[in-house]
Every structure is written in C-alpha cells, then in structure tokens.
C-alpha cells in the first residue's frame, strides 16, 4: 500500500476573503502612500505598522503588486542606507531605508488624506535610486 493512501484527508478551510483594494488608480513612481505591514512577516521595525512607502514600480497596474521603499521618522543617524528627506504626505523628517526594497499586495496601499497622491520630487528622487543601486551587486567583469 503506498505510505499516502495511509494519509488522513484533511479538510480544505475556505481562504480568507481578501480586502478591496483602497485605491482607484494604478500607483505612479514617486508617489507617496500609506502601508499597512504584514503582521505576520519576521519582527522588523516594518512589520504591524502602519507607514508611509515610496512607489519603485515603474510600470504598476491598479491591480497585483508594487514594489515600495519604507519610509520611517526615526533617526537614521548610523545608517547610510537611509536618505533623509520631508515626507510631501505630511511635511514631517523622515528617512527613505533604501536597503529594504518591498514588493508587496496593492491592496496594502492607501493614499493619504490629501486630494492628490504627493510624490518625491525628481532630483530627490534620482538621488534615492543611486543609493537604493549602491545595495545591488555589481556586474562581474570578463576577465
């Protein structure tokens, strides 16, 4: 008798019913939203909390998924990863860690509570990519 014809048969448990997505457009790049964090992810200062998150997608869709960077208001002082910059969204010091690129469920994005999604201005921006590259290994030269 082969050892799964011995298994128990498991009920299926009905998936949870996932939540409506909060936005009504596709996300832009550089555009600020709010994030809820997964809870279930490993303890991080980014797990269970709800923050702030550049848009890194270049091309995102209104629906599946959206690369984001973190943005946090704790001092960053020995971290060279973190860009400091004022968040467009509330006008308050924050940090963008560029070491922790995130791809998460559009539906965990909000817009603020502002008539239009602000974005990071270009150069600030421009400048956050290059440190965000500066984690990437580089191509290995041909010898």
Known sequence: MPFFAKLRRVPMLKQPRHPQSRIKSAPQLRQIYWCDFPADGHHSEFTEKIRPVVIMSKNAKLHGNVTVLPLTTKPQPDNPMA????????????????????????????PPGVSA?????????????????????????SV
Do not use: G
């Open 83 to 110: 860009f400091p910059i004022i968040n467009p969204a509330n006008n308050q010091r924050s940090w963008v860690i560029c070491d922790y690129p995130i791809t998460l469920a559009l539906r965990r994005l909000w």
């Open 117 to 141: 999604v602000p974005r990071v201005e270009k150069e600030i921006f421009d400048r956050i990519v290059a440190l965000m590259w500066k984690l990437l290994p580089q191509p290995l030269k």
